[in-house]
């Protein structure tokens, strides 16, 4: 099974600001084979960002990702008040268990 | 627009077997675009894949629940179904459902709003 550790796990940071997210894995994945995720409270994950650098529908262009191997990371380029959420990276490599890392946590600085 | 919608008793005895359902609009669970999959999240922790489901009946369950899980599809409504046996504390969460682009497993391009179930006597 690859884990997949993110860190930090809580970034506090202020609007307009820069966030870097990072995502290690426990072995090697293609960035093929690595998603993002958004959750905000109360709410379902959000498909954010998927393969190298594909966003889903509706994702503005401040979110992109970068990284291969083992180390991959998300960032958003200025934060934007709704972007204040939790952010997960999920692995769905050649075979199960599909995983998830355990989440960055932004927050209003 | 495809969407997912899970239900089922939000309160489950210890023991006992936790049975949710995931209803399918505006696509058909026939559709060979997706696998169909349910994760659970218990409160204020992170995700876990719990198995996926194609439309042929085909089953994938993660190996840390594989022994008490059961996932199934009936076309016939567009829905598919989780077996929790043998529940305890642990298996307190929200529970989604959703549809995994790829093959077994995917990204998850849509998810339900979840249904929080609760173990307890």
């Known amino acids: 099974e690859i884990v997949l550790t993110q860190s930090p796990g809580t970034l506090s940071l202020s609007p307009g600001e820069r966030a870097t997210l990072s995502c290690r894995a426990s072995?090697?994945?293609?960035?093929?084979?690595l998603a993002w995720y958004q959750q905000k409270p109360g709410q379902a994950p959000r498909l954010l960002i998927y393969?190298?650098?594909t966003r889903a529908t509706g994702i503005p262009d401040r979110f992109s990702v970068s990284g291969s191997g083992t180390d991959f990371t998300l960032t958003i380029s200025r934060l934007e008040p709704e972007d204040f959420a939790v952010y997960y990276c999920?692995?769905?490599?050649?075979?199960?268990?599909?995983?998830f890392g355990g989440g960055t946590r932004v927050e209003i600085k | 627009q495809l969407q997912l919608r899970e239900s089922g008793p939000g309160l489950v005895k210890p023991s006992e077997t936790l049975s949710l359902t995931c209803s399918v609009s505006?696509?058909?669970?026939?559709?060979?675009?997706?696998?169909w999959g349910w994760i659970r999240q218990p409160p204020g922790r992170g995700l876990e894949w719990i198995g996926s489901?194609?439309?042929?009946?085909?089953?994938y369950y993660n190996p840390s629940l594989k022994s008490r899980v059961t996932i199934s599809v009936d076309t016939s409504k567009n829905q598919f179904s989780l077996n929790l046996s043998s529940v305890t504390a642990a298996d307190t969460a929200v529970y989604y459902c959703?549809?995994?682009?790829?093959?077994?497993?995917?990204?998850?391009?849509?998810w339900g709003q979840g249904t929080l179930v609760t173990v307890s006597s």
């Open positions: 959703a549809t995994i682009r790829g093959v077994i497993i995917g990204r998850l391009d849509n």
């Open positions: 505006g696509d058909s669970i026939s559709s060979s675009t997706y696998y």
């Open positions: 489901i194609y439309y042929s009946g085909s089953t």
């Open positions: 072995q090697s994945v293609s960035s093929s084979y």
């Open positions: 393969g190298a650098s």
């Open positions: 999920q692995q769905y490599g050649r075979s199960p268990p599909l995983t």
